[in-house]
């Protein structure tokens, strides 16, 4: 059964790197999302993207943040200078959007800032 | 705008028991509907979805939904919990607008199965 992957599963980084997360989103999905989960919280939107643009972002995805899809398989999450506060876990989700609105998640990506 | 209210953030359940999670929503436009598990150290796997064809959703694992609108609740259930259950459910909502839509998700419920 096809799913969704990500790497790495954990990232360690130190305050003010930069960091890629990378999704490879099943086949045939056109629409495809970055959630977080704070720990102890609970999943929280950031982006959407859809025909190669961003199509919905949330108050959190601010200019630190950034996608792209740069070769028609993955998908990745930027955070360019990163904070104590972006540690959480990052999830990668995709779906069809051919009449169908359920979402695939990935395992996640557990990133850790010091 | 959408929200998910999920009543309970822990639940235990004796083995063979029957399993209520609550999910009560709330949405400007007609929703759809979702509950995903979660194990351990792993992703959010679907468990059951409505999306305005029959009220009542069965899902995997024994689990199944009623979508209720008068109530605005789609809770969760399973007759007889088993100890594999053991998990975190999140309940979420996504409005029908044909569009990228994002899923809004409660605060989740973990449910403890003892014997």
């Known amino acids: 059964e096809p799913e969704v992957t990500q790497t790495p599963s954990h990232q360690v980084t130190q305050m003010g790197q930069e960091v890629i997360l990378r999704c490879v989103p099943i086949?045939?999905?056109?629409?495809f999302y970055w959630y977080r989960q704070i720990l102890g919280q609970k999943v929280e939107f950031l982006v959407s993207?859809?025909?190669?643009?961003?199509?919905?972002k949330s108050e959190i995805f601010d200019d630190q943040f950034s996608v792209e899809r740069p070769d028609g398989s993955n998908f990745t999450l930027k955070i360019r200078s990163t904070k104590l506060e972006d540690s959480a876990m990052y999830f990668c989700?995709?779906?069809?959007?051919?009449?169908?609105?359920?979402?695939?998640f990935g395992p996640g990506t557990r990133l850790t800032v010091t | 705008a959408q929200s998910v209210t999920q009543l309970g953030s822990h639940v235990s359940v004796s083995e063979g028991a029957l399993v209520l999670l609550r999910c009560n929503y709330s949405?400007?436009?007609?929703?759809?509907l979702f509950w995903y598990v979660q194990y351990p150290n792993q992703g959010l796997q679907l468990l059951l979805k409505?999306?305005?064809?029959?009220?009542l959703v069965k899902g995997i694992n024994g689990f199944e939904a009623e979508f209720k609108k008068s109530e605005t609740s789609f809770h969760l259930t399973k007759p007889s919990a088993h100890m594999s259950d053991a998990a975190e459910y999140f309940c979420?909502?996504?409005?029908?607008?044909?569009?990228?839509?994002?899923?809004?998700f409660g605060t989740g419920t973990r449910l403890q199965v003892t014997l």
């Open positions: 989700a995709s779906r069809t959007g051919t009449g169908s609105y359920e979402q695939y």
């Open positions: 086949s045939n999905h056109l629409y």
């Open positions: 979420a909502v996504t409005p029908y607008t044909g569009t990228a839509s994002k899923l809004t």
């Open positions: 409505y999306t305005s064809a029959a009220t």
């Open positions: 993207f859809y025909n190669n643009e961003i199509s919905e």
């Open positions: 949405s400007s436009v007609p929703p759809y």
